[in-house]
């Protein structure tokens, strides 16, 4: 009988023995499985912390981006306005230089007269 407890427990310790390694093995399975989640979220807190520097950036950017159109936007309106009165410069500059030389010619013709004794208009004195 105590050969057979003694086998028993024999038969148990071995068991037991290959339980105790077998549950090691889960819990060594178990630990890197954690540990692989542990560097997975690390990852992908880093990866949302950059996400998050990144979409800081954009904003900023698309700011800029809105405020340079705006800036363009009014170059634009302002080079419009300047060339519209450019031209209108320009087109009062030609009246401006006929009349000149027309009054030119006019003075011209005076003189002619005056150095050859025609007779002056009429229309010179009542001016």
């Known amino acids: ?5 003694d086998n028993l427990s024999e038969d148990k310790k071995i068991s037991l ?6 549950l090691q ?6 630990t890197g499985e954690v540990r692989n989640l542990r560097e997975q979220l690390s990852r992908a807190t880093q990866e949302q912390e950059q996400a998050e520097i990144v ?10 981006m ?9 170059k634009d309106k302002v080079k419009k306005q ?12 030609m009246v401006t230089n006929k009349a000149a030389h027309r009054m030119s010619q006019n003075v011209e013709e005076l003189q002619w007269r005056i150095r050859n004794n025609w007779d002056l208009p009429v229309e010179v004195f009542t001016s």
């Open 17 to 22: 023995s290959q339980e105790v390694y077998s």
């Open 55 to 64: 979409k800081n950036k954009l904003g900023k950017a698309r700011a800029k």
């Open 82 to 93: 300047l060339s519209v009165e450019k031209n209108q410069m320009e087109l009062e500059m």
């Open 1 to 5: 009988m105590e050969y057979e407890e």
């Open 66 to 74: 809105e405020d340079l159109q705006e800036q363009l936007r009014i």
């Open 25 to 30: 093995l889960v819990v060594e399975m178990r």
